[in-house]
């Protein structure tokens, strides 16, 4: 009996961490900016500048980044 719960119990949380994953892609919340914070301009992860040296600044919107004083890229246009 003891063993079925413990199936039970993983599928559960299996499931309850697909939801958690679904929902914030749906919703664009795990969409992270990196800004350079030599140039001050920021990245969206796609670009090929996302991962530079200097972009160790993380945004989790372009409004919070441009409030920082940052500018989008012109490659990316986040
Ligand atoms: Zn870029």
Redesign the pocket.
């Known amino acids: 009996m003891s063993h079925n719960r413990q199936i039970k119990k993983s599928l559960f949380l299996s499931l309850a961490v697909i939801f958690l994953f679904v929902s914030s892609v749906a919703t664009g919340k795990t969409l992270i900016y990196h800004g350079n914070v030599d140039s001050h ?4 992860p796609s ?4 991962n530079c040296k200097k972009c160790t600044k993380k945004f989790t919107s372009r409004e919070d980044a441009i409030e920082a004083g940052y500018r989008p ?6």
């Open positions: 301009i920021f990245h969206k670009c090929r500048y996302y890229c012109k490659v990316c246009k986040p």
